[in-house]
């Protein structure tokens, strides 16, 4: 088991923020699942928030991202904006080269500089040849050029590693909370989890790990047991690897060696099934999967068999999947409540977390929002 330490704030810690960052000071609570956006059938830019509909610009805009407290889009003329508590900033003259709105933070890049907006402010990251993995409350940031690797995390910058040699994408694996890594210099499974890097044991090249929220699921390839850091603790979950595994908020499914399909959660490994489901895919809270045929889902310790047959199309966010069933009606999982969301024929269907946003076709629009329709 490994207890997590008390917070401090170290001299590498301090030496990255300087060398690498200038830091708006933010403060304010956040706000999450509040909000999504569509074009109206006047082709208007709409922005849904707590209920009300916002018409946020007059022409189409060419992309944009919805996030748990802002979105950020790019205009008619290529401006970057956010919509954020009621108000519209723009935020730049030309267009972004990536951009993402998240739970928490939102992430874009545009001319090799890469910002952070914090609960509406702006920090700006100014080093070179940057790559970087962004999910809903941190920003792992991996310096090519230095092989330098740094995270962003409520509203302090941390030094993880320096030297870290190899591909990128290989190096590190960031979730919405923590950061995942193999230490260059010491060969051990390192995560970085509660504002602590905490090294997790030695792991040898061939081992694997997934990370989602509060858990990192890894095989060592030294003696090739499944184990999980979930929350702090280190977890001897299977004495052999399992043939395929995922991770989600503080869950991982998997398929053990003797076939039989498991969940790990809240410390405890248990059977789901004896057969090995047609597909499986962990979303968020929620183990979605398929058995003989049957639509299914794992939620909160219990199992939920939504149809007889298994959607052609469908989407899960959260705590929530929305779907069409046979008669081509909407239906919705949510919360462990399985209904009928609505008769009407839909064009299109998207779900942002739990709030459902239904094209009824022209680009007429129905949302769902805390039980409520608008």
Same mark, same amino acid.
């Given at each position: 088991?490994?207890?997590?330490?008390?917070? *401090?704030?170290?001299?590498?810690?301090?030496?990255?923020?300087?060398?690498? %960052?200038?830091?708006?000071?933010?403060?304010?609570?956040?706000?999450?699942?509040?909000?999504?956006?569509?074009?109206?059938?006047?082709?208007?830019?709409?922005?849904?928030?707590?209920?009300?509909?916002?018409?946020?610009?007059?022409?189409?805009?060419?992309?944009?991202? !919805?996030?748990?407290?802002?979105?950020?889009?790019?205009?008619?003329?290529?401006?970057?904006?956010?919509?954020?508590?009621?108000?519209?900033?723009?935020?730049?003259?030309?267009?972004?080269?990536?951009?993402?709105?998240?739970?928490?933070?939102?992430?874009?890049?545009?001319?090799?500089?890469?910002?952070?907006?914090?609960?509406?402010?702006?920090?700006?990251?100014?080093?070179?040849?940057?790559? /970087?993995?962004?999910?809903?409350?941190?920003?792992?940031?991996?310096?090519?050029?230095?092989?330098?690797?740094?995270?962003?995390?409520?509203?302090? !910058?941390?030094?993880?590693?320096?030297?870290?040699?190899?591909?990128?994408?290989?190096?590190?694996?960031?979730?919405?909370?923590?950061?995942? &890594?193999?230490?260059?210099?010491?060969?051990?499974? *390192?995560?970085?989890?509660?504002?602590?890097?905490?090294?997790?044991?030695?792991?040898?090249?061939?081992?694997?790990?997934?990370?989602?929220?509060?858990?990192?699921?890894?095989?060592?390839?030294?003696?090739?047991? %499944?184990?999980?850091?979930?929350?702090?603790?280190? &977890?001897?979950?299977?004495?052999?690897?399992?043939?395929?595994?995922?991770?989600?908020?503080?869950?991982?499914? /998997?398929?053990?060696?003797?076939?039989?399909?498991?969940? %790990?959660?809240?410390?405890?490994?248990?059977?789901?099934?004896?057969?090995?489901?047609?597909?499986?895919?962990?979303?968020?809270?929620?183990?979605?999967?398929?058995?003989?045929?049957? %639509?299914?889902?794992?939620?909160?310790?219990?199992?939920?068999?939504?149809?007889?047959?298994?959607?052609?199309?469908?989407?899960?966010?959260?705590?929530?999947?929305?779907?069409?069933?046979?008669?081509?009606?909407?239906?919705?999982?949510?919360?462990?409540?399985?209904?009928?969301?609505?008769?009407?024929?839909?064009?299109?269907?998207?779900?942002?977390?739990?709030?459902?946003?239904?094209?009824?076709?022209?680009?007429?629009?129905?949302?769902?929002?805390?039980?409520?329709?608008?």
């Amino acid at each position: 088991m490994i207890s997590l330490p008390p917070s *401090k704030k170290s001299a590498s810690s301090l030496r990255i923020n300087h060398f690498l %960052f200038a830091l708006a000071i933010v403060t304010g609570p956040v706000s999450a699942q509040h909000l999504t956006a569509f074009h109206d059938n006047q082709e208007r830019f709409c922005i849904f928030d707590r209920g009300k509909i916002i018409q946020a610009e007059y022409l189409p805009v060419s992309q944009f991202s !919805i996030g748990g407290n802002c979105i950020v889009y790019t205009d008619n003329r290529n401006r970057l904006k956010m919509y954020h508590n009621g108000r519209i900033t723009e935020l730049e003259l030309n267009r972004p080269d990536k951009l993402v709105a998240l739970d928490h933070l939102a992430v874009y890049s545009i001319g090799g500089v890469v910002k952070i907006i914090d609960n509406g402010k702006t920090v700006t990251i100014s080093t070179n040849a940057v790559d /970087y993995q962004s999910e809903d409350s941190l920003v792992t940031f991996y310096d090519v050029s230095r092989e330098l690797l740094a995270v962003y995390y409520k509203r302090r !910058i941390h030094m993880l590693e320096d030297g870290l040699a190899g591909r990128p994408d290989n190096l590190f694996k960031t979730a919405d909370n923590l950061v995942a &890594y193999v230490s260059s210099r010491t060969q051990e499974l *390192k995560v970085f989890y509660r504002g602590q890097n905490l090294p997790i044991e030695s792991f040898q090249s061939g081992g694997d790990f997934k990370a989602g929220r509060d858990i990192v699921a890894y095989i060592n390839h030294s003696d090739m047991q %499944f184990r999980v850091f979930s929350q702090g603790k280190v &977890y001897e979950v299977e004495a052999f690897a399992p043939t395929s595994w995922q991770v989600g908020n503080g869950i991982a499914a /998997y398929m053990d060696n003797n076939g039989y399909f498991r969940v %790990f959660s809240r410390g405890i490994a248990e059977d789901i099934s004896s057969l090995e489901p047609d597909f499986y895919r962990v979303v968020d809270n929620m183990i979605i999967y398929g058995e003989k045929g049957y %639509f299914k889902v794992w939620y909160n310790n219990r199992i939920y068999t939504l149809e007889s047959f298994i959607p052609s199309d469908w989407e899960a966010s959260w705590n929530t999947v929305v779907y069409r069933d046979l008669n081509k009606n909407i239906k919705v999982f949510s919360k462990g409540e399985s209904r009928v969301l609505t008769y009407d024929l839909a064009e299109g269907i998207s779900l942002n977390r739990d709030i459902i946003l239904i094209n009824k076709g022209l680009n007429n629009h129905n949302i769902y929002y805390e039980g409520e329709k608008y």
